[in-house]
């Protein structure tokens, strides 16, 4: 979402970085060009005013200018304001007590509610609780057909009554039904509407003061930029959000609605949502330090380990170090460790989290799913034998391979060898020494 502005501010700190001193008029020169990069983020005009009038101050400073590092000062009261325009700390979805709790989803029309929902559903299953997901978009039959399948799919019950019911008694009913059912959260996705829509908001007041849910959240469309200003400010007036979810952010958005809506409403936002699939890894707790660090192109390391230790198996953890030590490691623990890591998102994805290697991310031609399909196309075309045995993959057992993973001998030839080179480092460096938890690098890493 972010690839744009991260590009354009990163040459900027870059030219500060290659003066040494900085001057008060290369300062504002650098603002110049931070201001216009928010511009054309579509960030709202006042936000990026205060922006940077407020990173400006501090930045022509004597702290600054006479620091030996002064382009890195600049970097940090960058990062700083950041953090504070996007809210300074994570906001955590509220519990009612007793509950059951309400989650309210509202918002225009297209901006992904009903897979909301779902992805929502799966996030609460996994922290342990128990959702019940509620169809009360009556306007849209496909909409309660598509949460009744999705409910099925991940196994989580779906509240409905057709499209001839009204949505607040909907909302009612299945709040009944949640606590009949022991079910500690009510998830409830409503009909998409302009705020303009003075009917339609007006059944979204009656919802809310129906079952007076605990979270009000906007599901708002990272596409539509400064509109979103609007739309949150008007759905807050008439029913009081208490958070925000940006979907599609991994599309071709230039972050204009992340970095405004939190600085003109006041209201968190609560998750990011990436893609129309719902699995563990589209739907993240917003961290406003963390999409920070992204922006400025420095990485996101703590996610990525979280991602990590949600799949991290500590028993296969532990095989897999002693194969590694006693250079034993063959092509199927390959294959294994390789879906292991896919478990944590697409390559790009995992790639822009790291530290400095936001643009090798989006180059594709170095960087590609395709490669991770040949390679594990090529090791599928491999009998078990010649998998724990690399050695023997020799002749017409590559052309065989060749054929049954529609690739090049050469390339089957080149995988072979790049495996055996990793074996024998594998190898070396399991003899040198006590073996390390993997999860215990990536804590030092922080």
Do not use: C, W
Request: net charge positive; charged share 30%; hydrophobic share 40%.
């Amino acid at each position: 979402m972010f690839e744009s502005l991260s590009d354009r501010l990163q040459t900027v700190f870059q030219k500060l970085g290659g003066k040494g001193k900085l001057t008060e008029d290369d300062v504002r020169e650098g603002m110049k060009q931070v201001r216009l990069a928010l511009l054309e983020a579509d960030v709202n005009f006042k936000v990026v005013k205060d922006f940077v009038a407020k990173v400006t101050e501090q930045a022509i400073g004597e702290e600054v200018t006479k620091s030996l590092t002064p382009a890195q000062q600049v970097i940090k009261i960058v990062n700083d304001q950041l953090v504070e325009l996007l809210g300074k700390a994570n906001v955590p979805l509220e519990e009612a007590k007793p509950g059951p709790t309400v989650i309210l989803l509202n918002g225009l029309q297209g901006a992904g509610k009903t897979t909301l929902a779902a992805k929502l559903a799966l996030y609460l299953r996994k922290k342990g609780k128990r959702p019940l997901l509620v169809a009360a978009d009556v306007y849209r039959p496909a909409a309660i057909a598509q949460l009744e399948a999705l409910g099925k799919q991940l196994n989580i019950p779906v509240y409905s009554e057709g499209t001839q019911a009204s949505p607040p008694d909907i909302a009612r009913n299945a709040l009944q039904r949640a606590r009949n059912e022991g079910l500690n959260y009510v998830i409830i996705d409503t009909a998409g509407r302009l705020q303009i829509d003075d009917r339609l908001m007006e059944e979204l007041e009656q919802i809310d003061q129906a079952v007076h849910p605990t979270e009000k959240l906007l599901v708002v469309d990272s596409m539509i930029g400064q509109e979103a200003v609007k739309v949150a400010e008007e759905f807050h007036r008439r029913i009081g959000l208490t958070g925000v979810v940006m979907t599609k952010v991994d599309g071709d958005a230039r972050g204009g609605a992340a970095l405004s809506v939190r600085a003109v409403t006041g209201v968190p936002i609560k998750f990011l949502s990436t893609g129309e699939k719902v699995s563990e890894d589209t739907l993240e707790a917003f961290h406003p330090d963390r999409l920070a660090s992204r922006i400025l192109g420095m990485g996101d390391m703590l996610s990525l380990i979280e991602r990590a230790e949600q799949i991290y198996d500590e028993d296969d953890a532990k095989k897999m170090e002693k194969k590694l030590r006693k250079g034993s490691f063959d092509f199927e623990d390959f294959l294994a460790a390789m879906q292991q890591m896919r478990k944590l998102g697409p390559l790009q994805q995992i790639l822009a989290m790291i530290p400095g290697m936001g643009q090798l991310s989006r180059n594709e031609e170095l960087v590609s799913e395709k490669d991770l399909k040949r390679i594990e196309a090529i090791i599928f075309s491999m009998t078990k034998q010649e998998r724990r045995n690399p050695d023997i993959i020799k002749g017409r057992r590559k052309e065989r391979i060749a054929k049954g993973s529609g690739t090049q001998i050469q390339e089957v030839t080149g995988l072979v060898s790049q495996f055996k080179q990793m074996q024998r480092m594998m190898k070396k460096m399991g003899s040198g020494g006590k073996g390390m938890d993997p999860r215990d690098l990536m804590r030092r890493m922080r």
